[in-house]
């Protein structure tokens, strides 16, 4: 089954730099890859995603690119911000059909302002 | 639009009563829907998932059953809980392969 490993497992950033989390995956089938933010006590929220038919995406801060030749997924906010601060996960998966999400293991973003 | 309701919020109960926790989605047909628990620490680790009424897969062997008596409804329960059973337990739906979570139960056993 899919495998799906994230970097690094913590991350602080100054307020106003970028933060970069980075996921690489083991099937080469897999076609779907989400982003999901979890605050303390929360369920994890779908941020952003990104399927493989494009090589990045971008929401106003927050963009997510894909090289499908190297297996690997990265999540970037750039102008960071204190409410930024959370748990990260990323997940892979084959969009179509009933196959479940291959979650990463989270990383702790903070933010210091 | 859709929305996904999960209760109760938080449970602390002793060891060997029973548990049931209760998840309903709002605003679409024929979901698949998902328990997960978070234990200590972040990873999310699938229980159970079912693609339609009675219809239960289980991910991994334990204490834990699900139900899903009705379209848009679904139950995990214990019929004597242990205290490796504590943790946060997030119902999720999904159609076409995108999955959102609700807001989570936090079960701790004493």
């Known amino acids: 089954g899919e495998n799906v490993e994230q970097h690094p497992s913590t991350l602080s950033v100054q307020e106003g730099d970028s933060a970069v989390i980075k996921c690489t995956y083991s099937d080469s089938a897999s076609n779907y890859f989400p982003w999901y933010k979890q605050e303390l006590g929360k369920g994890p929220q779908l941020i952003i995603d990104?399927?493989?038919?494009?090589g990045e995406k971008k929401d106003q801060r927050i963009a997510v690119t894909l090289n499908k030749t190297a297996k690997h997924f990265s999540l970037h906010i750039t102008e960071t911000q204190p409410e930024d601060s959370a748990v990260y996960f990323c997940?892979?998966?084959?969009?179509?059909?009933?196959?479940?999400?291959?979650f990463g293991k989270g990383n702790q973003v903070v933010v210091i302002p | 639009s859709q929305t996904i309701h999960q209760w109760p919020a938080t449970l602390v109960q002793p060891v060997g009563s029973p548990l049931s926790l209760e998840c309903t989605v709002e605003g679409t047909s024929n979901p698949n829907l998902y328990w997960y628990r978070q234990a200590a620490g972040r990873g999310l680790q699938l229980l159970f998932y079912?693609?339609?009424?009675?219809?239960i897969s289980s991910e991994v062997p334990q204490n834990l059953s699900a139900s899903r008596p009705q379209d848009r409804q679904f139950i995990l329960s214990s019929k004597k809980l242990l205290l490796s059973d504590s943790g946060f337990y997030l119902c999720?739906?999904?159609?076409?392969?995108?999955?959102?979570f609700g807001e989570g139960s936090r079960l701790t056993v004493l």
């Open positions: 997940a892979a998966s084959t969009y179509y059909g009933n196959n479940r999400l291959a």
């Open positions: 999720a739906w999904s159609i076409a392969g995108e999955l959102f």
């Open positions: 079912s693609v339609g009424i009675g219809q």
């Open positions: 990104i399927r493989s038919n494009v």
